[in-house]
């Protein structure tokens, strides 16, 4: 009994251990992938390049990136590859934003928006965090939800692409806010339950929604506190 009841400790201990090192990884692959993430922007803003990117070359050209970057990402989550994979893609996720910084940076308070939107990021982050770690039911039921409301808001986004609707932007990006806060929880605690042990895959998962939380901030930020010069 004593050799089993030691047994078991071990083997908890096994595991605590490596759920620590997944999320340990991952929160430092996180910190990491901002750096391409503003160079990207930066470029984006700096060059114009991606001025061109308007309508629907735009939607076609960031819809193709992104979801062959993250293809590509699961292929070679494995391996050292992964990582700079990884970053190529928040590199281009960045020069993709460039479109939305430079038209809140044309504001006359467009660098105290996006600090905002940063500020609200990191706090959405945080909270999120400290949640994962205190609520002890399992979330993947609603994942399932939140995946289909990922799929409506990607239909959404498309149409009002076409559409241009002030309103469908604003309501799109308050509900964008919503499901990807709820995305963060649904990751963190798995990555802290254990149900993720890649951490590159877990990596992803993350970016993809502060990335989002932080785009609709700021859009949303611009449609309604833009200050004209």
């Known amino acids: 009994m004593n050799l089993m009841t030691a047994s078991s400790t071990a083997t908890s201990s096994t595991l605590a251990a490596e759920r ?16 391409p993430t503003v160079l990207g922007a930066w470029i984006g803003v700096s060059t114009g390049v991606t001025a061109a990117l308007s309508g629907g070359l735009g939607l076609i050209v960031f819809l193709a990136g992104a979801f062959g970057f ?3 990402i699961e292929r070679t989550k494995h391996s050292a ?11 281009f996720m960045g ?9 809140v940076l044309g ?3 467009g660098a105290q928006l996006v600090m905002t939107a940063f500020g609200g990021t990191a706090a959405v982050f945080f909270v999120m965090a400290n ?3 205190v609520i002890k039911r399992d979330l993947q039921g609603l994942a399932r939800w939140l995946f289909f409301g990922a799929i409506v808001l990607l239909v959404g986004g498309i149409i009002n692409v076409f559409v241009g609707s002030t309103a ?8 964008a806010i919503g499901i990807f806060s709820a995305f963060l929880l649904v990751d963190l605690k798995r990555i802290i339950d254990g149900g993720e042990t890649n951490y590159i895959s877990a990596t992803l998962g993350l970016y993809l929604s ?3 939380v932080f785009q609709s901030l700021l859009a949303l930020l611009g449609l309604f506190g833009g200050e004209r010069e």
């Open 95 to 103: 020069l993709m934003l460039s479109r939305l910084l430079a038209a």
């Open 81 to 91: 590859t992964g990582v700079a994979v990884l970053l190529a893609f928040t590199f």
């Open 107 to 109: 504001f006359a308070n």
């Open 70 to 72: 993250m293809f590509a």
């Open 210 to 212: 502060l990335f989002n």
């Open 20 to 35: 620590q090192r997944v999320l340990r990884n991952t929160y430092g692959l996180l910190a990491l992938s901002l750096v």
């Open 168 to 175: 469908a932007m604003a309501a799109l990006s308050v509900l």
């Open 131 to 133: 949640l994962a770690t």
